[in-house]
């Protein structure tokens, strides 16, 4: 059983910028993809961005296009989501999330993590 612990995220202002971090705790095929989801207050979860190995392809929603960044370190199993520009609307829990495949739906994810919560004032 892998487990995916996430870190990094707060309270910061709109503009400003956070970068959020998951580790797995073990390296597997099934977690060729890890990625990012995201629940706001009142909405349902929606994709956020996904990241591939070894071939380090990336997908994102449309709402955070050219806003954020999503990385990984293979060696440390981890993924990074640099989030830039942030807007009160990005506000929500960040879900890590690992699969066998990149998709944007939620049931192509085999793996979750707790959550951390991201606040972005105006």
């Known amino acids: 059983q892998v487990q995916l612990v996430e870190s990094g995220g707060g309270l910061v202002q709109a503009g400003s910028s956070l970068r959020l971090s998951c580790t797995a705790s073990?390296?597997?095929?099934?977690?060729?993809?890890m990625g990012w989801f995201r629940q706001a207050p009142g909405k349902e979860r929606e994709f956020v961005s996904a990241?591939?190995?070894?071939?380090?392809?990336?997908a994102y929603a449309d709402s955070v296009k050219g806003r954020f960044t999503i990385s990984r370190d293979n060696a440390k199993n981890t993924v990074y989501l640099q989030m830039d520009s942030l807007k009160p609307e990005d506000t929500g829990v960040y879900y890590c999330?690992?699969?066998?495949?990149?998709?944007?739906?939620?049931?192509?994810?085999?793996?979750w993590g707790q959550g951390t919560q991201v606040t972005v004032s105006s």
């Open positions: 073990a390296r597997t095929y099934s977690t060729n993809t």
């Open positions: 990241i591939s190995s070894p071939t380090g392809n990336t």
């Open positions: 999330v690992a699969g066998l495949r990149r998709a944007a739906t939620m049931t192509e994810y085999g793996y």
